[in-house]
């Protein structure tokens, strides 16, 4: 019987056969460096500490659910993408992962750009400092009110996404007295090896516009013809959660090949070229994600390598890494609630949180994993799936890992690689209180992003 015609509809829960699923870890107690930020560790104690601060001492003073990002991590990250692609590139940081006001401070004292999609990640930028000239602004369908805003602040580029916004951008700049720099997002038709809602590369999909039959060359002819453009260069983003290099050297190619098509037609050479983001981080042990001077090495060298057989002089590289830079730098700390074995098959584990703070699971299948964080334990590994407390049978935070036996309720665990996207995405599913974001360097602790609460809710609800 096929998966769509099952009788109970598609089963989500899944019964792993018995050696489906990895073997349990060594130790339990042992924290993957590839998966947690760099200032994790666990005290003789037998209790994780972040930033120089115990979790039990955090979850105290900020509750859980929450999240809890590594400061110094962060910056780290920042520098060694800086330094790895140096003056002579742009490194652009991916504001969709998680963008707070504190975030934004550090990136620009750090010497990263910042990439937006939308006002409200415009504002938040600009009110934090960011000079508009290190700002790109991205986005399928930017609304007139939000391009305005874009070119009356002075945003570095404006990366176009379609005929239509061509105009557009070009009507605004043109009324408001202002040459507006722009790129143009073509798909390459590069098929990313990832999830299909975050590949992006490939014709039959909303963004950019499409390689094949000449329509990113028209889409040049006629940004060109226009006294509000200045067209510096081509964007390209094949996906996300990418560790394969092939893709972008595809990519890259067909880029060069456009831009070579551009100079025998215009006689114009486009200064830059944005290879976009989407470079993988681990999520699980398993995951093996290339470092960042690994990554500008091979995009210099394939670039470089195309432009030379196009006889192009070398244009200037942009990227946009977001995920890379974040994600690895926080953790969700949760609190057990409920522990529910099932006979010959695993134990669901209820935490605080779920799917309003991590929808990644449920939307992507998203691979998590997950430890005993408020003391050590030396009990066998059980099989488990963590869950949250939302009415929802697909509301699954880590759908299967392991964890000590002696688990109970009151413990805190936390899921490490939650700095990207589940802040971002979070909702207030259930009227759920979003959690807050807890910088945490040096051992202090500070909220940036903090707690909702019930008042918030019921102040938007105007009856």
Same mark, same amino acid.
């Given at each position: 019987?096929?998966?769509?015609?099952?009788?109970?509809?598609?089963?989500?829960?899944?019964?792993?056969?018995?050696?489906?699923?990895?073997?349990?870890?060594?130790?339990?107690?042992?924290?993957?460096?590839?998966?947690?930020?760099?200032?994790?560790?666990?005290?003789?104690?037998?209790?994780?500490?972040?930033?120089?601060?115990?979790?039990?001492?955090?979850?105290?003073?900020?509750?859980?659910?929450?999240?809890?990002?590594?400061?110094?991590?962060?910056?780290?990250?920042?520098?060694?993408?800086?330094?790895?692609?140096?003056?002579?590139?742009?490194?652009?940081?991916?504001?969709?992962?998680?963008?707070?006001?504190?975030?934004?401070?550090?990136?620009?004292?750090?010497?990263?750009?910042?990439?937006?999609?939308?006002?409200?990640?415009?504002?938040?930028?600009?009110?934090?400092?960011?000079?508009?000239?290190?700002?790109?602004?991205?986005?399928?369908?930017?609304?007139?009110?939000?391009?305005?805003?874009?070119?009356?602040?002075?945003?570095?580029?404006?990366?176009?996404?379609?005929?239509?916004?061509?105009?557009?951008?070009?009507?605004?700049?043109?009324?408001?007295?202002?040459?507006?720099?722009?790129?143009?997002?073509?798909?390459?038709?590069?098929?990313?090896?990832?999830?299909?809602?975050?590949?992006?590369?490939?014709?039959?999909?909303?963004?950019?516009?499409?390689?094949?039959?000449?329509?990113?060359?028209?889409?040049?002819?006629?940004?060109?013809?226009?006294?509000?453009?200045?067209?510096?260069?081509?964007?390209?983003?094949?996906?996300?959660?990418?560790?394969?290099?092939?893709?972008?050297?595809?990519?890259?190619?067909?880029?060069?090949?456009?831009?070579?098509?551009?100079?025998?037609?215009?006689?114009?050479?486009?200064?830059?070229?944005?290879?976009?983001?989407?470079?993988?981080?681990? $999520?699980?042990?398993?995951?093996? /994600?290339?470092?960042?001077?690994?990554?500008?090495?091979?995009? #210099?060298? %394939? @670039?470089? +390598? *195309?432009?030379?057989?196009?006889?192009?002089?070398?244009?200037?590289?942009?990227?946009?890494?977001?995920?890379?830079?974040?994600?690895?730098?926080?953790?969700?700390?949760?609190?057990?609630?409920?522990?529910?074995?099932?006979?010959?098959?695993?134990?669901?584990?209820?935490?605080?949180?779920?799917?309003?703070?991590?929808?990644?699971?449920?939307?992507?299948?998203?691979?998590?994993?997950?430890?005993?964080?408020?003391?050590?334990?030396?009990?066998?590994?059980?099989?488990?799936?963590?869950?949250?407390?939302?009415?929802?049978?697909?509301?699954?935070?880590?759908?299967?890992?392991?964890?000590?036996?002696?688990?109970?309720?009151?413990?805190?665990?936390?899921?490490?690689?939650?700095?990207?996207?589940?802040?971002?995405?979070?909702?207030? $599913?259930?009227?759920?209180?979003? /959690?807050?974001?807890?910088?945490?360097?040096?051992?202090?602790? #500070?909220? %940036? @992003?903090? +707690? *909702?609460?019930?008042?918030?809710?019921?102040?938007?609800?105007?009856?």
């Amino acid at each position: 019987m096929s998966r769509s015609a099952h009788p109970a509809g598609p089963r989500h829960a899944d019964v792993l056969p018995e050696g489906h699923y990895s073997a349990p870890p060594a130790d339990l107690n042992a924290l993957d460096p590839k998966v947690w930020s760099r200032t994790v560790t666990r005290t003789p104690e037998g209790v994780v500490s972040t930033g120089g601060i115990e979790v039990t001492r955090l979850a105290e003073e900020f509750g859980t659910p929450a999240y809890f990002i590594d400061e110094a991590d962060f910056r780290a990250r920042c520098q060694a993408w800086r330094d790895a692609f140096g003056s002579d590139a742009d490194v652009f940081y991916a504001g969709k992962a998680f963008l707070s006001r504190a975030v934004v401070r550090w990136l620009h004292e750090e010497g990263l750009n910042l990439d937006v999609c939308s006002g409200g990640e415009l504002s938040t930028a600009l009110a934090a400092g960011m000079p508009a000239e290190r700002i790109a602004f991205h986005g399928n369908n930017k609304t007139p009110e939000e391009i305005e805003r874009a070119i009356d602040a002075g945003v570095g580029r404006i990366v176009l996404d379609s005929f239509q916004e061509i105009v557009r951008v070009a009507h605004i700049a043109e009324r408001l007295g202002k040459r507006q720099r722009v790129q143009i997002r073509v798909t390459v038709g590069v098929e990313a090896h990832t999830h299909e809602f975050i590949a992006t590369a490939h014709e039959d999909q909303k963004f950019g516009i499409a390689l094949a039959g000449g329509q990113a060359a028209e889409a040049v002819r006629r940004a060109l013809k226009l006294d509000g453009l200045e067209l510096i260069g081509i964007h390209s983003h094949i996906g996300s959660q990418i560790f394969d290099m092939a893709g972008f050297e595809v990519s890259a190619r067909r880029v060069v090949q456009l831009l070579a098509e551009v100079r025998d037609e215009h006689g114009v050479e486009l200064p830059e070229i944005d290879l976009g983001g989407g470079l993988g981080i681990a $999520y699980t042990s398993d995951d093996d /994600p290339r470092e960042p001077h690994e990554i500008a090495e091979a995009l #210099r060298e %394939i @670039v470089t +390598r *195309e432009c030379a057989a196009a006889k192009l002089s070398t244009p200037r590289i942009s990227v946009e890494p977001g995920r890379a830079i974040v994600g690895p730098t926080a953790f969700t700390l949760y609190e057990v609630g409920t522990i529910k074995p099932l006979e010959g098959l695993r134990t669901y584990v209820s935490v605080d949180g779920g799917m309003s703070d991590n929808i990644r699971t449920a939307l992507y299948d998203a691979e998590y994993t997950v430890a005993l964080v408020s003391r050590s334990s030396d009990a066998e590994p059980v099989l488990v799936r963590v869950v949250g407390k939302h009415c929802e049978s697909g509301d699954i935070v880590v759908r299967d890992a392991f964890l000590p036996a002696d688990l109970a309720p009151g413990d805190l665990i936390a899921v490490p690689a939650t700095g990207a996207y589940c802040r971002s995405m979070a909702s207030n $599913y259930n009227h759920a209180l979003r /959690p807050p974001v807890v910088a945490v360097r040096d051992g202090e602790a #500070r909220v %940036i @992003v903090r +707690r *909702e609460t019930e008042e918030d809710l019921l102040r938007l609800d105007v009856g």
